[in-house]
Structure formats: C-alpha cells, structure tokens
C-alpha cells in the first residue's frame, strides 16, 4: 500500500512538473509587439506596451480566447484580435 501511494505521489509530481507555459509573440498593426504566454490551459499572461495583463481563458467556437475585464485577446491560427479598453488592433504571429 506504501509502495502504491508513493508511486501515485510522484507520479502527480512529475505530471506538474512537466507542464510548461508556452509563449507566443505577435506584432501589431500599431507597431507594438504583444506577448502572450499561456501558463496552463486556463490561464495566461498578456505582455503588451511595458504591462502584463493577468487574463482567463473563455470558452470559443474557433480561436483560443482569453480576457479579463479590460482585455480581450483572441487567437485563430497565425493572427490575433487584442482590444483593449475597447481599442481593436489586429496582430500577427512573428
């Protein structure tokens, strides 16, 4: 039984350690870039114009979306739709 629980411990250990946030640049049509870095399947972090945004991830039809209350942040393939505080500017992957 000992054997069984530690076996299951650090199984769950190593499946937590090998979740790694993945990162994705994008150049925007103001000349901005905009980092976007996806720490687990919920979450993300926004890095744009010297500011990270803390966002959740949303329920989509097609794209992967994130936002929070001033961000919004939708991907489909290799091209981006981020409006903040209501300002639209479409990007595009690097």
């Not at 411990?9 to 990162?23: D, G, W």
Request: aromatic share 8%; glycine share 4%; net charge negative.
């Amino acid at each position: 039984m000992y054997k069984m629980i530690l076996f299951t411990i650090s199984l769950l250990t190593i499946s937590a350690c090998s979740e790694k946030a993945h990162t994705n640049v994008y150049s925007c049509g103001n000349q901005e870039m905009a980092t976007i870095i996806s720490h687990d399947a919920e979450s993300a972090t926004l890095q744009y114009i010297n500011k990270d945004y803390q966002l959740t991830r949303q329920r989509s039809a097609s794209g992967v979306k994130f936002n929070s209350e001033e961000v919004l942040f939708w991907t489909k393939e290799n091209e981006a739709v981020l409006i903040i505080d209501g300002d639209k500017v479409h990007c595009i992957i690097e």
